[in-house]
């Protein structure tokens, strides 16, 4: 975009910067659950500052175009696991990636720079404005808080569970990856110079806000007129993770399911909830028990449910009263009292033939059916047992709906309209679905001569898996690049052991896993590894093959801290071969 557009903007988010000095978050409305690692970042200033201060902005919405392009773009790791999911952003010219937390509840995008005096180690490298050609500091001015030498403007995020992120606020360009039909755009942005708590110890890189807010993501593209006002983000189900999101508008499907968002009630993306349905029955509660506060808070970065009292206790009750055949046990984690039940069995396609659905009923007499993947969580520590993922959210009569309770739905919040759509799908599949054709992957492959933490350039893994048809084509051979850095220079991994692990973490024998080969520089390690069938089998099924391959290139491998950590650097896969003529150094 020139930068003549670029100006128009920037004034209005300096405007707010002052409104959004200290932010605080939706995990004020419950007491936080471990596995819950990231707040929401908005503040509660007066509703009218995100929509009516500049004349003309809200109706200027409703008259965008149709055609407009969209931003395609998947989503990474997975919400019980991690806490979050991510998505890949590339700032700078050349673009330089990063690994953001997609939080619906944040107005304001932010990574780690270069110049940052106490940033965590994160999945990527900082970002360094000195090698990006089209890097522009806001510079300081009446409408935004400045740094110490009245030069830059400034940012400052401070949350409830006490983490921290700030720094100064530049402009650059961002791109949304080969997938997406936008074009790169330029955008307001934070780039860290200080992080603590959870923002300090956390893999990802920084955050990617999609909230309500000029500084939004969001708002900045809608406004420079290059989206419609509208995004939608899909979660995978459980134990698959990865999804899809779509910044702009898209058609909805014919069923979707709509309730009513008001912009006006509270700074964050509610829904019209009216009763709880289990097993078919209501729940015999006030249907102002879901309105009370901020209402019913429909948020990415909030991992599970969270109720007031006497929907909680009802709720549960409810679901409890549908399970009375399975053992209550204790929860994975003796610090919390986490209502779980064993007996159920591994499969979760048989989930819903053990626990009860439940149904929510929208305002409009719509409603959503959530399945046991929805409101229960696996647990860690007993095979075939799961937990409620549904809390009591304290004394705030707030209901706050986490990612748990939109898994293999498509949510669509068209903002243009004011109403948020939920469509139940596979989230994996679907992404296949919203490809753009003939964009092909990219996966650069760094120097093994060169030393990560010095000049190594940050790795991409394939940004589209491939399409496997029953019947077109047998895998043989599934091989990926690993970058293994370990922590201290003098240890060399123990190869065995990081294949057997492997084998475990992609549920195959450990005589399927084959180191090829393997260079070193200093702690870094770039290793070849090679996925063979099994003893009994001639070739890789194909959901073998697809499952693997997803979970490499979604980063599902969680290294133990001994191994130290890894970047998938690039897999393919070779069709089946009449006979396998197969070394390996080990």
Request: proline share 9%.
């Given at each position: 975009m020139a930068n003549?557009?670029?100006?128009?903007?920037?004034?209005?988010?300096?405007?707010?910067?002052?409104?959004?000095?200290?932010?605080?978050?939706?995990?004020?409305?419950?007491?936080?659950?471990?596995?819950?690692?990231?707040?929401?970042?908005?503040?509660?200033?007066?509703?009218?500052?995100?929509?009516?201060?500049?004349?003309?902005?809200?109706?200027?919405?409703?008259?965008?175009?149709?055609?407009?392009?969209?931003?395609?773009?998947?989503?990474?790791?997975d919400l019980l696991s991690n806490g979050y999911y991510t998505t890949r952003l590339f700032i700078g010219t050349p673009p330089q990636e990063f690994a953001l937390i997609v939080d619906t509840g944040s107005t304001v995008t932010y990574v780690p720079c270069s110049s940052c005096e106490r940033c965590g180690k994160h999945q990527d490298p900082r970002f360094q404005p000195e090698l990006s050609s089209t890097y522009q500091p806001v510079k300081c001015n009446p409408g935004c808080n400045c740094d110490d030498q009245g030069k830059q403007c400034t940012y400052e995020r401070r949350y409830a569970e006490m983490s921290s992120s700030s720094g100064v606020i530049a402009e650059d360009v961002v791109s949304f990856g080969n997938e997406s039909e936008l074009k790169p755009q330029r955008a307001v942005f934070g780039c860290e110079n200080v992080e603590t708590g959870d923002l300090y110890s956390q893999r990802a890189d920084g955050i990617m806000g999609l909230g309500r807010g000029r500084l939004s993501v969001v708002d900045q593209l809608v406004d420079k007129g290059v989206i419609g006002d509208s995004f939608s983000l899909c979660y995978g189900g459980m134990?698959?993770?990865?999804?899809?999101?779509?910044?702009?508008?898209?058609?909805?499907?014919?069923?979707?399911?709509?309730?009513?968002?008001?912009?006006?009630?509270?700074?964050?993306?509610?829904?019209?909830?009216?009763?709880?349905?289990?097993?078919?029955?209501?729940?015999?509660l006030k249907p102002k028990v879901f309105d009370e506060k901020h209402g019913t808070v429909l948020d990415s970065g909030t991992t599970y449910a969270y109720f007031p009292e006497a929907a909680f206790h009802a709720l549960k009750d409810a679901i409890m009263k549908e399970i009375h055949h399975l053992k209550q046990i204790p929860g994975p984690d003796p610090n919390y009292h986490d209502i779980c039940f064993s007996g159920a069995g591994r499969e979760v396609s048989h989930l819903s033939k053990v626990f009860p659905e439940v149904n929510m009923v929208?305002?409009?007499?719509?409603?959503?059916?959530?399945?046991?993947?929805?409101?229960?969580?696996?647990?860690?520590?007993?095979?075939?047992?799961?937990?409620?993922?549904?809390?009591?959210?304290?004394?705030?009569?707030?209901?706050?709906?986490?990612?748990?309770?939109?898994?293999?739905?498509?949510?669509?919040?068209?903002?243009?309209?004011?109403?948020?759509?939920f469509w139940k799908t596979n989230c994996s599949e679907l992404?296949?679905?919203?490809?753009?054709?003939?964009?092909?992957?990219?996966?650069?492959?760094?120097?093994?001569?060169?030393?990560?933490?010095?000049?190594?350039?940050?790795?991409?893994?394939?940004?589209?898996?491939?399409?496997?048809?029953?019947?077109?084509?047998?895998?043989?051979?599934?091989?990926?690049?690993m970058l293994i850095s370990v922590n201290n220079s003098n240890t060399k991994p123990n190869f065995?052991?990081?294949?057997?692990?492997?084998?475990?973490?992609?549920?195959?024998?450990?005589?399927?896993?084959?180191?090829?080969?393997?260079?070193?520089?200093?702690?870094?390690?770039?290793?070849?590894?090679?996925?063979?069938?099994?003893?009994?089998?001639?070739?890789?099924?194909?959901?073998?093959?697809?499952?693997?391959?997803?979970?490499?290139?979604?980063?599902?491998?969680?290294?133990?801290?001994?191994?130290g950590s890894y970047e998938l650097v690039e897999w393919k896969f070779e069709p089946q071969k009449n006979r396998y003529v197969f070394s390996s150094p080990l």
């Open positions: 003549s557009s670029s100006s128009l903007m920037i004034p209005y988010s300096l405007i707010l910067l002052n409104l959004y000095a200290i932010v605080s978050s939706t995990s004020d409305f419950n007491n936080r659950h471990h596995p819950m690692i990231l707040p929401l970042l908005l503040s509660t200033p007066n509703i009218s500052a995100h929509r009516m201060p500049f004349d003309g902005h809200y109706s200027r919405r409703h008259l965008q175009n149709s055609e407009l392009p969209n931003a395609r773009m998947r989503l990474f790791d134990d698959v993770g990865g999804g899809a999101m779509v910044l702009g508008q898209i058609s909805p499907p014919p069923n979707m399911v709509f309730s009513h968002s008001n912009p006006y009630r509270s700074p964050y993306y509610n829904i019209e909830l009216k009763e709880l349905h289990v097993a078919g029955k209501p729940l015999k929208f305002g409009s007499g719509q409603k959503l059916s959530l399945s046991p993947e929805n409101y229960l969580f696996r647990h860690t520590k007993v095979s075939g047992a799961y937990c409620l993922g549904i809390f009591h959210n304290g004394n705030d009569p707030t209901t706050l709906l986490g990612g748990i309770v939109v898994r293999n739905t498509l949510v669509t919040y068209d903002r243009e309209n004011d109403k948020i759509g992404w296949k679905r919203l490809q753009v054709p003939g964009v092909p992957a990219s996966a650069p492959v760094p120097s093994p001569s060169s030393n990560r933490s010095q000049a190594m350039p940050p790795v991409q893994a394939p940004s589209s898996l491939p399409f496997f048809h029953p019947g077109e084509i047998r895998i043989g051979i599934i091989t990926f690049d065995t052991e990081v294949a057997e692990f492997i084998a475990h973490e992609l549920e195959v024998d450990n005589l399927q896993v084959h180191m090829l080969n393997f260079t070193s520089t200093g702690n870094n390690y770039l290793v070849k590894w090679a996925i063979l069938p099994s003893e009994s089998a001639e070739y890789i099924s194909n959901t073998t093959a697809m499952k693997i391959i997803q979970q490499l290139s979604e980063h599902r491998l969680h290294f133990p801290e001994r191994f």
